[in-house]
């Protein structure tokens, strides 16, 4: 089923049929539309948090939260007892409580705030006697080692039903998959946002509770994932290790780099479910779709302004604080965006990466 990853119209007016119903569309666009909306599971995009019904339309959600009385907090704390107009307010308030369980290891003692935490560290101590053939890796199980002979012999068991693509490990097909069918089965309990990968979803809670518990240890910046902050420090050292093979361009992250190979290739994977518009990366479309809904779901807790993009309520606030997290390794100056550090740089080396493909 490639139409549900594209923008044009079926060809000479033949119709596009879904490859799980019966339903056929006359465009590759409503065609991707009805994929994600009726195959995937994917709850109703606008969800009321005062009540939590939701709603297909944001008009019809705008006319619902009018039946709200205003100043009602029917959401009480049963922790303290104040009360919140919202249940995703209380739930944001309900982080600030502390917690008294831990998860304990009976081997060395140490404590972990979650489940999970703990079983990836008992790993730690697991006995790994299943050495590869290859290299000196060692494993706890069989299992482990046959997969992980996979990196050796580049063997890809698992290919998409969709596209060309295989894959080492199942769950990696199974993230692809959701490219092409929208489907984003991690839902934050503080919003109405929905993702793809578990991942994703915790870090962007702690957008709601203002969580940065990485900081960079060559200046005053912190950071909700330690991704970001590995991202933030090559900003110090100007490392940038991935190249594309397609041209000399090097970036420093290679969800940058993968993005960029699409300028090359022209893939668009990423279709708009509300217009026929197609995008190079998913927080390209996620930000594009705001301009259909007029969604600013990032307020600024300094002041009254409200934002569409995380990164631009982020750039905000250092209007506010003064901070200038972006030194430049050359002079003495700083700066509150990356961009305008990166800008600011070419003025040291020369370097001219904008050329006019008109002139001589």
């Known amino acids: 089923m490639d139409a549900a990853g594209k923008n044009d119209d079926g060809e000479n007016g033949r119709r596009l049929q879904c490859d799980l119903c019966d339903k056929s569309f006359g465009s590759k666009h409503v065609l991707a539309k009805h994929v994600r909306r009726g195959h995937t599971g994917v709850d109703p995009l606008y969800v009321c948090k005062t009540c939590g019904n939701s709603f297909a339309t944001y008009t019809s959600l705008t006319a619902h939260q009018r039946t709200h009385p205003r100043g009602e907090k029917p959401h009480r704390c049963v922790a303290c007892g104040q009360s919140f107009a919202t249940n995703s307010e209380l739930k944001i308030h309900g982080l600030r409580h502390p917690t008294s369980r831990t998860y304990n290891c009976d081997t060395c003692g140490d404590s972990f705030v979650s489940k999970r935490t703990l079983l990836d560290h008992l790993a730690t101590h697991a006995c790994k006697p299943y050495p590869c053939s290859v290299c000196a890796s060692t494993f706890a199980t069989r299992t482990s080692v046959k997969v992980h002979m996979r990196r050796h012999t580049d063997e890809r068991p698992y290919p998409c039903d969709i596209c060309d693509k295989s894959f080492r490990h199942q769950i990696v097909l199974v ?4 490219m092409h069918t929208g489907e984003r089965p991690y839902s934050c309990d503080l919003c109405d946002k929905s993702f793809a990968r578990a991942s994703t979803m915790y870090n962007h809670r ?7 518990p990485f900081s960079c240890d060559l200046c005053p910046g912190a950071f909700a994932t330690e991704m970001t902050l590995s991202n933030h420090r090559m900003t110090h050292t100007g490392e940038r290790p991935y190249s594309c093979d397609l041209c000399d361009k090097s970036f420093a992250r290679a969800s940058t780099l993968y993005n960029h190979r699409r300028t090359h290739t022209g893939e668009r994977p990423f279709s708009c479910d509300l217009c026929p518009r197609a995008f190079a990366t998913e927080v390209t479309l996620s930000n594009h779709r705001r301009t259909h809904t007029g969604e600013r779901p990032y307020s600024c807790d300094l002041c009254d302004k409200s934002f569409a993009r995380a990164s631009t309520l982020y750039n905000h606030r250092r209007t506010h604080t003064g901070e200038r997290p972006y030194p430049c390794g050359i002079c003495d100056k700083s700066f509150r965006q990356q961009a305008i550090l990166i800008r ?8 001219r990466p904008f050329s006019c493909d008109l002139c001589p």
């Open 175 to 178: 993230r692809h998959r959701r």
């Open 206 to 212: 702690r957008t709601h509770i203002g969580q940065r």
């Open 344 to 351: 600011h740089q070419r003025t040291h080396t020369g370097e």
